[in-house]
């Protein structure tokens, strides 16, 4: 396959004080027609085991899936509480619209019973393309079923063959499948779509600049001239000209790269460059506090994650959950249990790392004491107004949950808590299996050690008394290495959760020996760093490479060695003058090379971190411009033309593999994805990229873990980039709070919250299994009964009315289900009363289906106090008809006043046929706002 490298510059979707464009999978096009009479189903016969197979137990269900005399069985001891509680599944086939298949497969069952079959979509709705209930038997049956392809062309499904409970309490048995075929058998009404170019091909960072910040960007495409022009958006002026660079091929990007500096350019405002024959670059802004917003939701984004307590709608908005795994965690291989609540959900699940927090806190702690006067108290946690940083007090909560990592009488810590295995897309609060606390290792031993002699550091002038109980559980962790040989920790068996498995403790040895001397001054430990670094200076800031970590505490030693300083710093130095020749020879200005993978952005912004280290080593400004240029890349100056941060930048993703994200169908804004991964290493990945070049090797889909999960160890250098950089001003200095605190307003994007149950029909929506091919944790079943939400919205022009001072516009998005964000807003004199206004939106449809609306959330997000007034329950919506047209007509049944001048009332609603099919020819028509019974317009 062949793929559309391109960021499509799509319709405008509005939230709250950000304007933001979809990200739309690319467009493929085969490389050649589909072969028909052809088998799409590799080792369909099970010769080769279970090669290109794949299978996951959840939800109960208990069995062993293998390859035994060339079939795939199942012992299923335990069939769970859901069909899909045991599933079998293969992928990396295509289907095409269109196209004619014939589905084939031999099965038996040692008792008699019924399976599930299904192709489907492997995301979204997870609606299937065909499928069928079948009774089972020992006597084996082959089973053949005709279907055509109704819907798009889809690269990434997935045949799966679901062996769960079936609706029955069923005995232990065996099920056995073998000779699965999937053929096409007429192909000849088959489109394949066109490759098309880039149209985004001029590429800033599209947050903006300081404005003494340097400032290139980089142009493509054929048509690249010789000059290109900043104009100021307000006055439509021109204010700078410059002329652009020769061109370079990229190989990184697979594509020839053209830069033009304007870093003259320094008056505040918003700009676009522009070119003839080139689209204009996306707006962005010149000022000295664009990053303040995002660096305030960066943060916010840790107390999201928050695991071990309630997150209320008041401080979580459309992302709020119950109380979560504050269970007793068994000790795995033990009958034994352990309190190991709180800490960090760590990435798109809600596991719990010590190798992953402990870089996140070390960041953050490094962040904080870089530069603390922009740590505020006012960040909207439920410490804020407490008299202390809110990072601080982020901090201390992950502090006092590893100390319950570690085991009490030898001092070793516990790698991970889990479960067995990854939830289905669920909030935090409905993962209830049993919570399982995996052994001990040095690595975890190692990092814990570290990071509670920072712990020390921090808080000895804040805490005295927790301070001490840190470095004393540091002491004890480096009594327990001291003692220990090194090991290399993998999941024992039955865990199939994120392993974070190395195969070397030695720089988290030497980062502990460091950060024990820097909070002591002990000898012991200065001793076994300076011979650590005799030996070789350990360098990288990734959670697997941690020696940076032990350098930086060294470096901000009271007193050092000499000789080993001089090695450490030269080792920097080195280090950082290749990064520094690599992104002075990179059109994008980073530092990456050809070297994508997962979790590039963590890469990109550690290399930054690092860049900076040698700024402070050697003074050379250099190193400064080049970590900035990394920033830059991560808000939109990259190949992608994305900002990877969500929420900020015109074209930011939408869709990151995060379940409370996914589940409220919204993502949490100020969360850095993970970026290009050139080794395709999820099955969406594998369909859409494979001719990518390594720093295209990105899609904003939910299904793409390996490029599009977010992490508290990726975000945490992001924020430790931003202060140290002197991107964020200082916040308001940290007082003793009043006995009453007013919260501050949360900045979200429009809240959408997970639908009222809908009742669906069969079939039933079958999830998505987990596939772990890396440390970084991978996705899980899924049961997602709401409709598929299509990428490209249609904006609906706003109807205004200066009489009645009423506001109202719309966002529409969809096909199958029509999903629409409406945003309210009184613009007149005096305040507005819902219960007074009515809401129609028209269009057209071919279908004759009755119809059904809901409305998942109304609320209003003001900017004055209470801040969020939740209104559910209080707009209806109802789905009516006349001459020939259809609208949705939305009113409020309860008296609410807004004021002008003080926020909107935002809603999120839908529609979709009563049946769940697809709406045909749905066609978007005009908006008519009516208030107290006179149509305004």
Known sequence: MRKKNLALCLAVVLTVGLTAKSFSPPTVEAAAAQPTQTNLISNGNFSSGMTDWGSFTAEGGEADISSTN???????????????????????????????????????????????YRIQLNADDYRAYTEDRISTSPATQTISVQFTMKEANDLAPRLCFNLGNAEASLPTHTVTIDNVELLLLDGSNIVYNEKTEESCNIIVNQLGYKTTDQKIAVFRGSNVGTTFKVVNVATNQVVYQGTVSSGKYNSAAGETDYTGDFSSVTAEGTYQIIMDGLENSYSFEIANDIYSDVFTDAMRFFYLQRCGEEIPSSLGSVWSHGICHTAKAKIYGTNDYIDVSGGWHDAGDYGRYIVATSKAVADLLLAYDANSAIFGDNTNIPESGNGQADLLDEV??????????????????????????????????????????????????????????MGYDTFKSIDSSFANTCLSAAKKAWTYLSAAPSSVFTNPSGIVTGEYGDTSDRDERYWASAALYKATGESQYHDQFKSYVNQSVEMGYDWGNVGSYGNALYLKASSTDSNTLSKIKSSILTQAQTFLSLSQNDPYGVSNGTNYYWGSNMTTLNNANLLMD???????????????????????????????????????????????????????????????????????????????????????????????????????????????????????????????????????????????????????????????????????????????????????????????????????????????????????????????LTIRYYFTKSDLKDMTFWCDNAAAQLTVSPWYTSLNGKVTGTILKSNGKYYVEITCNQQYLLSPNTGSVQLQTRFANTDWSGISGFTPGELVVLYNGQIVS
């Open 614 to 836: 040698a700024y402070r080593i050697s003074s050379n400004e250099q190193f400064k411009k080049a970590a900035i240029e990394h920033i830059n890349y991560c808000f939109g100056k990259n190949p992608m033309a994305i900002s990877y941060i969500t929420g900020y930048g015109t074209v930011s993703p939408q869709k990151p593999h995060h379940r409370p994200s996914m589940v409220a169908k919204q993502a949490i804004p100020g969360m850095l994805v993970g970026g290009p991964n050139k080794m395709l290493e999820d099955s969406y990945a594998k369909a859409y990229l494979s001719e990518a070049a390594p720093a295209k090797c990105y899609l904003d889909h939910a299904e793409s873990y390996s490029t599009n999960e977010v992490d508290i160890y990726w975000n945490s250098p992001l924020v430790y980039a931003l202060s140290q950089m002197d991107r964020v001003a200082a916040s308001t200095p940290v007082v003793t709070p009043t006995p009453v605190v007013t919260p501050t307003p949360v900045v979200t994007p429009t809240p959408v919250v997970t639908p009222t149950p809908v009742v669906t029909p069969t079939p039933v929506v079958t999830p998505t299994p987990v596939v772990t091919p890396t440390p970084v944790v991978t996705p899980t079943p899924v049961v997602t009964p709401t409709p598929v939400v299509t990428p490209t919205p249609v904006v609906t022009p706003t109807p205004t009315s200066s009489a009645t001072g009423v506001k109202v516009s719309v966002v529409t998005n969809g096909t199958n289900s029509i999903n629409q964000s409406y945003q309210i807003t009184a613009n007149g004199t005096s305040a507005i009363d819902l219960s007074k």
């Open 396 to 453: 201390k909560g992950q502090l006092t949950w590893m100390l319950k990592m570690q085991n009490g009488n030898n001092g070793g810590v516990y790698h991970k808590v889990t479960c067995a295995n990854f939830p289905g897309y669920v909030t935090a609060d409905q993962e209830t299996a049993e919570l399982i606390v995996s052994p001990i290792s040095t690595q975890a031993t190692g990092d814990f050690a570290a990071i509670m002699a």
């Open 70 to 116: 060339g079939m795939l069985t199942a012992e299923i001891t335990d069939s769970g509480t859901e069909n899909w509680s045991i599933q079998a599944y293969h992928e990396d086939f295509q289907m095409y619209k269109n196209g004619v298949y014939l589905l084939k497969f031999d099965v038996s069952s040692s008792i008699n019973r019924e399976i599930d």
